[in-house]
């Protein structure tokens, strides 16, 4: 009262600031509007569908028994720089056109000539008066020579690894605030980024600002030694070593018995998915021994990430702050071993590598609950501003997931049920047995438009490759994408008559499908959210279900233009992406009456 009189008396406006900051913590602690914190875990390539979770007790614990585990929570591209882009940004990579891990596609670089350094959540989150801290890998090509042109933008405090020496576990570059990068050669990277992670934790706290930490560790990312400079010469697989994590010291000789889940697509007799993944060859025994030792060395690498969730969780209890703090665990993508014949790997669209782990714990979120909603990373910027309270951009392509009992049930009518995965340029094979073996390793062509449908009766997965080749699994009969209903070696396609899919001929289906991936692969904003309502601006229809009505027929089947590639490029070049727009179906005519 005394200070605040004192200013009012013209002690000038630099006092009264002064005065309210002073009682700003006190007086928010009385009215019981204490701004939340975030804790945020970002792991690198953890897989969902190989079970990983399983063998992480005290993410278990902590995490999934006391929050909200959401199962068909999907990343939008498969890959790690695009993918965490899309993700700090809220907008599908076709909107960010960071599409690769390096120039001229992606890379850090490429986030920065895009103007995204400028315009991403910890940028927004430091104006709405939150610290930010960040340790670990934030995006691939973030290196030694260009860390400093520019600094990236928003962080209080920040300690960064640095290629070329990221995915080196026991040989890592880190690069503190406006520092030196520093060598910690010997040590093993992710004690280190804990050391980083609960110092940040213990400085923040010491602020009256609410906080979002963000601790990115890269297991279980393969241990890659990248050799800069021959990133994208022909045979550019010798510039990345990718070879199994290496685990810490004293987690070497856990889990002798684990391996990958034989499940039916685990290296199958018969050869599934497009030309060249139907044209890998099965997997010898030894193959498959060195991939189940692979497996294994991430579920090790991932036990220091687990034991990082229990530091944490009883420093924020010491601190008594576990009440007021989300904590949102997520990995950038997904992963798959042997699956299809592939070997370890991303940058495909099958579930292991697109449904990841999200698991939030906070304020107002049930305690043990798996929750069906769908939601992809372009929903994760939106979920950040909205539980800090903070509006949201209007240039998202994402919404906030619901996180309270009530919004989550809302959300089981109320909400989308797609997911909009795209991907240009190669797909890469992974361990070093692919090293021995020099004509493996790099896939041209892994570029495809790929959409997920999951509703009431429904689940689909549907692509179109920069070959035109297509795809379409019917998850409810088919779990593991074993059998491509488009696929024309196998007489489908040719023969609508006599498939079927939801009751409906499959052709009429697909056609609803590829309208709605015509629509989302060139969204922006509420038409990646709602993107029914582009093609039927009237607003009746919604879901599959709707657009199935017969009446629609003609409009889908022979009227809209359908998705496809002049041809292959490793980038998101325009001309060779065949249409971008839908037509709109309007007020009862078809199209051609309208127009
Ligand atoms: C570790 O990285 C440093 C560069 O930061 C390099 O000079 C050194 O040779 C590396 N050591 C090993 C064992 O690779
Ligand atoms: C590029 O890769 C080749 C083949 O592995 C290697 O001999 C060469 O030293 C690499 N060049 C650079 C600049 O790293
Ligand atoms: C990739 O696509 C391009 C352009 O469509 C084509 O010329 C090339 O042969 C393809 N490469 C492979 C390995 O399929
Ligand atoms: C995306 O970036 C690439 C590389 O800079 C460029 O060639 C391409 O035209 C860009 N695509 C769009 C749609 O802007």
Redesign the pocket.
């Known amino acids: 009262m005394k200070t605040l009189s004192l200013a009012l008396l013209g002690a000038g406006a630099a006092l009264l600031s002064l005065a309210l900051a002073d009682q700003r913590p006190l007086q928010l602690k009385h009215d019981n509007v204490k701004r939340p914190n975030i804790v945020f875990i970002l792991t690198d390539d953890q897989d969902l569908h190989l079970q990983s979770l399983d063998y992480q007790p005290f993410l278990q614990k902590h995490l999934i028994d006391r929050g909200t585990f959401f199962r068909r929570h999907y990343c939008t591209i498969a890959i790690c720089c695009p993918s965490r882009v899309s993700l700090w940004t809220g907008k599908a990579a076709h909107n960010t056109n960071v599409t690769d891990v390096s120039p001229p596609y992606g890379g850090y670089p490429k986030f920065v000539s895009q103007g995204l350094n400028e315009d991403y959540l910890p940028v927004w989150l430091q104006a709405a008066g939150y610290n930010t801290y960040y340790t670990g890998k934030l995006f691939n090509s973030h290196n030694l020579e260009n860390y400093a042109s520019p600094y990236p933008a928003g962080f209080t405090g920040s300690d960064f690894l640095l290629d070329p020496h990221t995915y080196e576990y026991l040989n890592s570059t880190w690069q503190r605030n406006r520092e030196q990068p520093i060598s910690r050669e010997g040590e093993y990277s992710t004690d280190i980024l804990a050391e980083k992670a609960f110092g940040f934790l213990d400085d923040a706290v010491s602020e009256d600002n609410p906080f979002v930490l963000t601790i990115a560790p890269i297991a279980p990312h393969s241990n890659a030694k990248i050799s800069e400079g021959n990133v994208s010469e022909e045979g550019g697989k010798h510039s990345f070593q990718m070879t199994a994590p290496i685990p810490a010291e004293r987690h070497r000789n856990l889990f002798q018995d684990a391996h990958i889940p034989r499940t039916e697509n685990f290296n199958p007799e018969k050869a599934s998915s497009v030309s060249?993944i139907r044209s890998l060859p099965r997997q010898d025994e030894e193959n498959v021994a060195y991939n189940d030792h692979f497996y294994r060395s991430r579920l090790r690498a991932l036990q220091a990430v687990d034991e990082i969730i229990d530091g944490l969780i009883s420093r924020l209890e010491e601190y008594d702050i576990l009440q007021d703090t989300y904590i949102i665990y997520t990995s950038d993508n997904g992963y798959h071993i042997g699956q299809h014949r592939l070997q370890p790997g991303k940058e495909c669209s099958f579930e292991e590598d697109i449904n990841v782990p999200l698991i939030i714990r906070g304020p107002g979120v049930p305690e043990g609950e798996v929750a069906d909603v769908v939601t992809s990373h372009t929903d994760l910027a939106p979920t950040f501003l909205k539980l800090l309270g903070v509006e949201p951009k209007e240039d998202f392509d994402g919404v906030a997931i619901p996180i309270t009992r009530a919004s989550i049930d809302q959300a089981k009518t109320g909400r989308h049920e797609h997911v909009n995965v795209e991907f240009w340029g190669y797909g890469i094979e992974e361990g070093d047995y692919v090293l021995k073996k020099p004509d493996f390793a790099l896939?041209?062509?892994n570029t495809y438009k790929a959409l997920r449908l999951i509703g009431r009766g429904y689940n689909i997965h549907y692509s179109v490759w920069?070959?035109n080749e297509h795809e379409l699994y019917n998850l409810e009969d088919d779990p593991y994408q074993m059998n491509n209903l488009l696929d024309p070696s196998e007489g489908h396609a040719s023969d609508s008559s006599s498939s079927s899919l939801l009751g409906f001929p499959l052709l009429k289906v697909a056609a609803r499908l590829d309208a709605l991936l015509l629509v989302l692969k060139s969204c922006k904003r509420d038409e990646c959210i709602h993107p029914w309502r582009v093609l039927h601006p009237a607003g009746n229809v919604n879901t599959l279900w709707d657009a199935l009505d017969s009446v629609f027929d003609q409009f889908y089947v022979e009227e809209q233009a359908k998705v496809e590639f002049s041809?292959?490029e490793p980038g998101y070049i325009l001309d060779a992406e065949g249409p971008k727009q839908a037509l709109m179906y309007r007020d009862g005519l078809r199209w051609s009456e309208w127009v």
């Open positions: 060249w896939h041209a062509n920069c070959n041809r292959c």
